[in-house]
C-alpha cells in the first residue's frame, strides 16, 4: 500500500500557494481514494480468458496484439499490423505478466523471483528507473501498455468525477452525456476547466489533468481513435520513473514522431485521420503548461533549470523559453530533438502553440484565417495563419501587437530550423545531404540552399520541387518586413547594422534597404553581403515580400500589370511590368504613382546591383550568361558582359537586356556603382542635375561633359565609356537621342538601329541640307541640336564608330597598339601613321578628317588642347570657323604652346589635300576643274592627293587666272608653307633628302619661322635633284608675282612698303616691281635689310632664270612674263616680228611674179 503514494508525487507537482483549506483536504483524500481503487483493480488475479478483454494485453480468442515497431528517427522502416499466437501459461492463480513470452526474459533478468507470481509487483518492478542501456524490450513495453490501459477503463473514474463536479456539469451541458468507463466525462471537464469557476472542482480537475495527460488515453476517446495505430507503430510504453509509473509520455512521443514523419517522407503508412487529429488534440491541450507534456517535461528538466529558471510555467511561457535557446551549446540533443517535435506539431496546427493561438484568435477570425472560414482545411497549418495574417497587414489591415510579437517568433522558428518545414525535407532531402550537410543550425541550412540556388555565374542547382518548396518558406517567414526573422543574417551583419544602419529603427523593413544600399561599399563586410544577396535572391522572386514596394504600389499593379497579376506563376513578371512604368511621360500614357515610383526607383537602383536579383532578366538570359559570361568573377559584371555581346545574344535575353539598357540610359542613378565612383565629379559638376533632372539622361550627359576633370577617378572613366560603348550599339540606349531624335530616325533612317549609322546617316542629311540652302531642313531643330552633341561625344573614341574600328583594328595593333583609346588617342595615331595604313583603314580616317576639318568642333583634340585659347581668341567666332581663327592667332604671343603645335598639325593635314581645306575648297570650287582637271582625273577617292591641286593652282596665282576668292586662299596657302616647310607636301616629297643634308639645323628648330625654305633659296646651286630644283624655282616664281607670299622679304621690307608702295593694290607683281623700281631708282634709300634681301632676291631670279628647264612654249612664255627683262624681251621680239612681216611683203610680191610670156598665152 505505500507504494501507492508514491503515485501522489503527481499531485504534489502542483502545491497550492494558499494555505490547506477543508474543501482542499477533500478533494486531496478523494484523489487518494481513487488511487487506492486502481490498486485493487490491479490487484486481482484472475484468468486472461475469463476477464472482461479490456484488461489483458490478450483478444478473446487468446492471440496477444502485437504489432513491429516503428523504428527511430534516422530509419525508415514501414510498420505493418500483424497477430500472432503465444502461448498461453497459466496457473491456478491465473495469468502472470512473468510468464508472458513478451516480458517472461526482463522479469527474469530485473525482478527477483519472490515478486514472478505478483503481477503488480512484477510491474512496480519493470517500471523501477534504470539506466537507458538496461531498458526492458520493446515488445514487454507495448504488452504492459496494454495491460494497464485496460485496467484504467473503470466508469468509477467517471463517476468520483461527477461528485466533485456536480455543479460544473450542470452548467456544462456537453459534459453531461458521455459514456461513462471511456474516460470522457473527465476529459470533457479539462477541456473546459477554464469556464469552471467552483474551486473544488477547478482543483480537482488541475490535479486529474496530471494523469489525463500523462497517460493520453483517457482523453476523448484517445484509445479508439489510436488504438490501431499505436499497435501497428508498436507505440505501446510505460514508464521506468518510480515518480510517475502512469506516465504515456513515450506512447505519446511516438505517435507525435510518426505523425510529423509521415508529413516529411512518401514512403511512411499514414495515420488515420481521428488519430492524428486525437494527437494535436492532445498537444493544443498541453501546450499551456509544458510539465502536462510528459516527454518534453522529462527531457528538458536540467535545460528548464538551465536556461528558464527564473520563467514561471503556464500560458506557454516555458515553452517559448525553451525553444529560443534550442541552439545554444548548452542544450542536450535529447531535449532539442524534444523541442523540434513540439514546433513540428506547431507546423501542423498552430492551436498546439497556447501563445499563438491566445495572441492571435481574435485576428484570425477577423480576418478569415480560420479553419470554419475555409472548409477543406482540416486545421490552421502555421504556414496558413502566417500567410493570411501577413497579407492582411500588407493590405493594410490592423493586426494586434502581441500576434505580430508570436508571428514574428515563429516565423524566427521556422527559418531557424529547416526540419520543420515537411516540404523543406521532404523535396530537398537531396540537396541537403549532397552540398548542406551538417549545417542544420541557426537558419545555416537555408542560407545554404539559397546560396546553391543562387549559383555561381547566376545558375541554379536546385531541383525545381526543392526550389518551389524554399521560395515558399521565405513567404511564410515574410523576411522582407522584419530581418530579425533571419538569425543568420542576423549573426552575419550585426556590425553592418549597427554603424552603417543605426538611425534606422530595429526591425523597421527599411533595414534590408539600408544594407543594399551600403553593398560593396567599405561598410559591409563579406559574410553579410553573401547572406544579403543570397536573401535577396528570394525576395526579388516575390515582389509582395518587399512590405513597401507592396504596400505603395499594389493598386498602380492592379491597374497597370492586370494580367501579370492573374498570372505571377512567372518569377518577377510584375516588378518588370512596374519598371516598365517608372519612367512614362505623360505623352506616353499612365504613369505610377509617386509614391509607387519612388520605391520602384528604391529597387531598381538596388538589384542592379547583382543581375540575379532580376529573376526575369536571369531566366532569359541563363544560357547567355554561361556561354559569353562564366569567366567575370567580378561583382556586378554580368550585365556589363551581356551588354558587351548584346548582337550575339539569344533573342528573348536581347530584349531583356536592351530593355534594362534603356532603363539606364534614361536614369544612370540605377548603376549604383557607378554612382559611388563617379560621386567626387557628380558632386562638383552635376549636383543640381542629380537633384533635379532624375530620369532624363541629363546627369550621363553631365558625366560625359567631365570625364576628363581631374576629379574624375579610373573607375567611374571607365563606367562612363562602358556606358558610352553600349549605347553605340543602338540609338534608344540614349535617352537623350532617341527624345530628341525618334520620329526623324523612323521617317529618315528607318532600317538602321546602330547609334553610330544613324548618326552617320542624319548628319549627312543634316550637311547635304546646309549646302543646298534648303529652306525646311528634313531633320527637325531639336533632334539636330541633339545630334551635335552625340557627334561631338563620338569624336572622342574610335570604338564609338564600330565601322572604323573594325576597319582599323588590325593597323591599331600594329600600329597603336600601347596607346590607350580614350581621348581619341588612337584616332591621333592612326592619322599620324596615315601613310602605312591599310586602304579601307586610311579611308575611314580620310573621311573623319574631312568631317573634322569642315567642323573643327569635332576635332576632340584640338578643343581639348585649345580649349582655353579659344575661350581667349575666338569666343565670338562660329563654330564652323574655329580652325580658321586659331590659325590667324597662332603667332599671337600669348597663345599657348601645346595648342600652336595642335594648329599645326592640323594645318599640315589641310594642305596635304584641298578636300580638307573647306575654305580653299569652297573659293576655288570653280578653278580646281578649270585649271586642274587631268589631276582630279587620276583623283583617288578617300585618299590624299599630297598637295598637287594646290600646287597646280599655285602655278596659276598672280596670273590673274584664278578666280578672286580662290587667290586670296592661295596667297594665305603660299605664305603659311614659307613660313613652315611642312605645310607644302609637294616640297617636302621631293627635297626631303636636301632639306636632311643642306637644312638639318634649320628643320630642327622648335619654331618654324621660314628658315628652312629660306635656307633652300640660299644653296639653289647647290641642289641636284631636278625636281627639288623645280620646287624652289616655282617657290621663287611665287614671291616674284606677290610680295606677300615671301614673308622673309615682307618683314624685312615692310617699313618701305609701307612708305613707298602703300598706293599699290598687292597681287600680280605690283608691290614686287614697287620694290625693285626703288632700288634701282639712286635717289631713294631702302632700309638695308630690305636692299640687302632685295638684291639677293633678284640675284635668286636671275639664276633661277638660267637654269629653270623649259619643257614647252608656255613655259617659255610663263619665264618670259616674269621676267624682269620682260619689256625688253617683248620689244625685240615685236620688232622682229615687224621686220618679218615687211620682208614678207617685198619678197612675196618678187616670189609671186611670173613671166609676160605666161601671160600672154
Known amino acids: 500500500m505505500t507504494r501507492w503514494f508514491d503515485k501522489m508525487a503527481l499531485v504534489h507537482r502542483y502545491p497550492s500557494t494558499q494555505p490547506c483549506s477543508f474543501p482542499q483536504l477533500w478533494v486531496f483524500s478523494l484523489f487518494v481514494a481513487f488511487c487506492l481503487l ?26 496477444r496484439e502485437k504489432a513491429v515497431p516503428l523504428v527511430n528517427n534516422n530509419n525508415n522502416v514501414a510498420a505493418r499490423q500483424e497477430t500472432t499466437r503465444a502461448p498461453v501459461r497459466t496457473s491456478g492463480n491465473g495469468w502472470r505478466i512473468s510468464e508472458d513470452n513478451a516480458c517472461s526474459s526482463d522479469v527474469r533478468r530485473l525482478c527477483p523471483r519472490s515478486s514472478w507470481q505478483n503481477n503488480f509487483v512484477v510491474l512496480e518492478c519493470l517500471q523501477d528507473e534504470r539506466e537507458a542501456n538496461d531498458d526492458i524490450s520493446p515488445d514487454c513495453h507495448h504488452m504492459l501498455w496494454n495491460y494497464k490501459h485496460n485496467l484504467t477503463m473503470d466508469e468509477r473514474f467517471d463517476i468520483a468525477a461527477v461528485e466533485v463536479c456536480k455543479t460544473a456539469l450542470r452548467e456544462l451541458k456537453e459534459c453531461q452525456n458521455h459514456e461513462h468507463g471511456k474516460g470522457y466525462v473527465i476529459s470533457c471537464l479539462v477541456d473546459n476547466r477554464a469556464n469552471i469557476s467552483d474551486y473544488e472542482c477547478h482543483q480537482f480537475i488541475t490535479r486529474m489533468a496530471s494523469i489525463i495527460f500523462s497517460d493520453y488515453r483517457l482523453i476523448c476517446g484517445f484509445v479508439d481513435n489510436c488504438k490501431e495505430d499505436i499497435n501497428r507503430l508498436h507505440c505501446g510504453r510505460i514508464s521506468n520513473d518510480p515518480k510517475v509509473v502512469h506516465s504515456q509520455g513515450a506512447v505519446v512521443a511516438c505517435l507525435e514522431h510518426a505523425l510529423t514523419d509521415q508529413e516529411e517522407r512518401r514512403d511512411v503508412e499514414q495515420l488515420q485521420d481521428g488519430c492524428r487529429k486525437a494527437i494535436l488534440r492532445v498537444a493544443e491541450l498541453s501546450s499551456d503548461d509544458f510539465h502536462l507534456d510528459r516527454h518534453l517535461y522529462f527531457a528538458c528538466r536540467d535545460d528548464r533549470e538551465r536556461f528558464c529558471e527564473k520563467v514561471t510555467a503556464g500560458d506557454g511561457r516555458v515553452y517559448k523559453c525553451l525553444f529560443n535557446h534550442k541552439f545554444e551549446d548548452d542544450m542536450t540533443q535529447k531535449c532539442s530533438d524534444v523541442l523540434t517535435i513540439r514546433q513540428k506539431l506547431i507546423a501542423q496546427d498552430y492551436k498546439t502553440s497556447y501563445l499563438l493561438a491566445k495572441a492571435c484568435r481574435l485576428d484570425l477570425k477577423l480576418n478569415h484565417c480560420t479553419a470554419e472560414v475555409v472548409p477543406h482545411l482540416r486545421e490552421v497549418r502555421l504556414s496558413h495563419l502566417l500567410i493570411c495574417l501577413e497579407n492582411a497587414m500588407h493590405y493594410g489591415q490592423s493586426i494586434s501587437s502581441d500576434c505580430q510579437g508570436e508571428m514574428l517568433d515563429f516565423r524566427h522558428i521556422l527559418m531557424e530550423d529547416y526540419s520543420l518545414s515537411p516540404e523543406i525535407v521532404l523535396n530537398c532531402h537531396n540537396e541537403i545531404s549532397g552540398m548542406c550537410s551538417g549545417l542544420n543550425k541557426k537558419g545555416r541550412t537555408l542560407h545554404c540552399l539559397m546560396r546553391v540556388e543562387r549559383g555561381e555565374g547566376g545558375k541554379g542547382n536546385l531541383g525545381n520541387a526543392c526550389r518551389r518548396a524554399l521560395l515558399t518558406l521565405v513567404q511564410e517567414a515574410d523576411l522582407g518586413s522584419d530581418y530579425r526573422v533571419d538569425r543568420a543574417l542576423i549573426e552575419a551583419c550585426e556590425s553592418v547594422i549597427h554603424t552603417a544602419c543605426r538611425g534606422i529603427r530595429n526591425g523597421d523593413p527599411m533595414v534590408l534597404s539600408c544594407l543594399m544600399e551600403h553593398l560593396y561599399t567599405d561598410h559591409m563586410v563579406e559574410e553579410c553581403e553573401h547572406a544579403l544577396l543570397e536573401l535577396q535572391y528570394f525576395i526579388s522572386r516575390d515582389w509582395k515580400l518587399d512590405p513597401m514596394l507592396y504596400k505603395r504600389c499594389r493598386a498602380d499593379a492592379s491597374h497597370l500589370c492586370y494580367s501579370q497579376m492573374m498570372n505571377e506563376s512567372t518569377p518577377g513578371a510584375i516588378i518588370s511590368c512596374l519598371y516598365r512604368h517608372a519612367y512614362r511621360t505623360e505623352e506616353q500614357g499612365r504613369r505610377l504613382s509617386r509614391n509607387c515610383k519612388h520605391e520602384v526607383w528604391r529597387i531598381l537602383h538596388q538589384r542592379a546591383l547583382d543581375l540575379r536579383l532580376n529573376p526575369e532578366l536571369q531566366e532569359q538570359c541563363l544560357k547567355d550568361l554561361g556561354k559569353w559570361c562564366s569567366e567575370k568573377p567580378e561583382f556586378g559584371t554580368e550585365l556589363e558582359c551581356l551588354q558587351e555581346h548584346m548582337d550575339e545574344l539569344w533573342d528573348p535575353c536581347k530584349q531583356m537586356v536592351s530593355n534594362f539598357t534603356m532603363l539606364e540610359g ?17 558632386q562638383t559638376y552635376c549636383h543640381d542635375v542629380g537633384d533635379t533632372q532624375s530620369g532624363t539622361g541629363e546627369l550621363m550627359q553631365c558625366l560625359i561633359r567631365n570625364k576628363h576633370q581631374h576629379e574624375m577617378n579610373e573607375k567611374c572613366a571607365v563606367g562612363v565609356m562602358h556606358f558610352q560603348l553600349i549605347q553605340m550599339k543602338d540609338f534608344r540606349f540614349s535617352f537623350k537621342f532617341k527624345t530628341a531624335c525618334k520620329e526623324d530616325v523612323l521617317k529618315l533612317c528607318p532600317n538602321i538601329r546602330k547609334k553610330a549609322d544613324v548618326v552617320i546617316c542624319l548628319s549627312t542629311m543634316v550637311r547635304n541640307d546646309t549646302l543646298q540652302e534648303v529652306k525646311e531642313p528634313r531633320v527637325s531643330l531639336k533632334c539636330q541640336r541633339q545630334l551635335r552633341v552625340d557627334e561631338l561625344e563620338m569624336s572622342e573614341d574610335i570604338r564609338f564608330d564600330p565601322d572604323m574600328l573594325n576597319n582599323c583594328n588590325s593597323d591599331i595593333k600594329r600600329f597603336c597598339k600601347d596607346v590607350s583609346f580614350g581621348g581619341a588617342q588612337v584616332l591621333e595615331c592612326l592619322k599620324e601613321k596615315r601613310k602605312s595604313l591599310s586602304l579601307k583603314c586610311h579611308e575611314k580616317i580620310f573621311r573623319r578628317e574631312e568631317m573634322e576639318m569642315s ?60 578636300r580638307l581645306n573647306p575654305a580653299l575648297k569652297r573659293a576655288c570650287r570653280a578653278d580646281i576643274p578649270k585649271f586642274c582637271k587631268s589631276l582630279l582625273e587620276h583623283e583617288k577617292n578617300d585618299y590624299e592627293l599630297e598637295g598637287k591641286v594646290i600646287s597646280c593652282l599655285k602655278m596659276k596665282y598672280g596670273k590673274q587666272r584664278l578666280s578672286s576668292g580662290c587667290e586670296d586662299q592661295m596667297r594665305i596657302a603660299i605664305k603659311d608653307a614659307a613660313i613652315d616647310y611642312r605645310l607644302d607636301p609637294q616640297l617636302q616629297q621631293f627635297c626631303n633628302k636636301e632639306i636632311l643634308h643642306l637644312c638639318q639645323e634649320e628643320a630642327a628648330a622648335q619654331e618654324q619661322t621660314g628658315q628652312v625654305e629660306e635656307c633652300l633659296k640660299m644653296n639653289l646651286p647647290k641642289i641636284i635633284s631636278k625636281e627639288c630644283k623645280t620646287e624652289i624655282i616655282n617657290i621663287l616664281r611665287e614671291s616674284k608675282a606677290d610680295v606677300f607670299v615671301d614673308p622673309m622679304l615682307h618683314t624685312a621690307c615692310a617699313l618701305d612698303l609701307k612708305h613707298y608702295c602703300a598706293g599699290i593694290p598687292p597681287g600680280e607683281g605690283r608691290q614686287m616691281s614697287c620694290l625693285l623700281e626703288l632700288l634701282e631708282d639712286k635717289m631713294v634709300r631702302l632700309q638695308p635689310p630690305c636692299k640687302n634681301m ?12 638660267k637654269v629653270a628647264p623649259v619643257e614647252d612654249l608656255q613655259a617659255i612664255a610663263r619665264q618670259l612674263l616674269v621676267s624682269p627683262s620682260r619689256n625688253y624681251f617683248l620689244s625685240v621680239i615685236l620688232g622682229g616680228l615687224c621686220v618679218l612681216f615687211a620682208v614678207g611683203l617685198l619678197c612675196g610680191r618678187i616670189t609671186k611674179r611670173v613671166s609676160r610670156e605666161i601671160k600672154d598665152r
Open 38 to 63: 486502481l490498486e485493487a483493480v490491479a490487484a486481482k488475479q484472475v484468468d486472461p480468458k475469463q476477464v472482461d478483454p479490456k484488461l489483458s494485453p490478450y483478444n478473446v480468442n487468446g492471440v
Open 666 to 682: 534614361q536614369d544612370i542613378e540605377i548603376e549604383v556603382l557607378l554612382m559611388r565612383a563617379c560621386d567626387a565629379v557628380v
Open 855 to 914: 567642323d573643327p568642333e569635332m576635332d576632340f583634340n584640338l578643343i581639348r588642347v585649345c580649349k582655353q585659347m579659344i575661350k581667349r581668341f575666338c569666343s565670338t567666332s562660329d563654330t564652323k570657323s574655329l580652325m580658321q581663327c586659331l590659325k590667324q592667332n597662332k603667332n599671337n604671343e600669348m597663345m599657348d604652346p601645346k595648342c600652336k603645335q595642335m594648329i599645326t598639325k592640323r594645318q599640315i593635314t589641310q594642305y596635304s589635300d584641298y
Open 1094 to 1105: 632685295l638684291t639677293e632676291r633678284k640675284e635668286m631670279w636671275q639664276y633661277a632664270y
